[in-house]
């Protein structure tokens, strides 16, 4: 059977006006393409959490709003000598309410803090995902 998970594509982060970004993020599954995008500042890991929450705005769409996401923590920070992006998310589906811990490890030889934060939050929904969209929650 075939995964039911979303794809991280791209993330792009462009400056907008006196220090606030955009950043947008792509995900895919399927053939269909996900994009969404988010405004915000763009002083230290604030784009790191526009990141995360333009990823869970795609695994809304991507659920047919079957699933409210919301960030709730993120951190990046250094665990054993290695960068990591770290995140909380609390997810809603059919009256439930659950929280899903996501993290991602920054490769020595890779700065990509941003692509960090979309695969943290993948990391967190995409198995719970995969359940709603088969039918089995």
């Given at each position: 059977?075939?995964?039911i998970?979303?794809?991280?594509?791209?993330?792009?982060?462009?400056?907008?006006?006196?220090?606030?970004?955009?950043?947008?993020?792509?995900?895919?599954h399927?053939?269909?393409?996900f994009v969404a995008?988010?405004e915000?500042?763009?002083?230290?890991?604030?784009?790191?959490g526009?990141a995360?929450t333009?990823?869970l705005e795609?695994?809304?769409?991507f659920?047919?709003?079957?699933?409210r996401?919301?960030?709730?923590?993120?951190?990046?920070t250094?665990?054993?000598?290695?960068d990591?992006?770290v995140l909380?998310?609390?997810?809603?589906?059919s009256?439930?309410?659950v929280?899903l811990?996501?993290s991602?490890?920054?490769?020595?030889?890779?700065?990509?803090f941003?692509?960090?934060?979309?695969?943290?939050?993948?990391?967190?929904?995409?198995?719970?995902?995969?359940f709603?969209?088969?039918?089995q929650?």
């Amino acid at each position: 059977m075939t995964s039911i998970r979303l794809r991280f594509d791209e993330v792009k982060q462009e400056p907008v006006k006196d220090g606030t970004c955009r950043v947008s993020v792509q995900c895919s599954h399927d053939g269909r393409v996900f994009v969404a995008q988010r405004e915000g500042a763009a002083a230290g890991d604030a784009p790191l959490g526009l990141a995360a929450t333009a990823t869970l705005e795609i695994i809304e769409a991507f659920t047919d709003s079957k699933i409210r996401c919301t960030l709730e923590e993120f951190e990046r920070t250094t665990a054993f000598g290695r960068d990591l992006i770290v995140l909380l998310v609390r997810l809603e589906h059919s009256g439930n309410r659950v929280q899903l811990f996501g993290s991602c490890r920054i490769n020595a030889n890779d700065s990509d803090f941003l692509g960090g934060s979309v695969r943290a939050t993948l990391d967190a929904t995409n198995r719970y995902v995969e359940f709603v969209q088969k039918g089995q929650l």
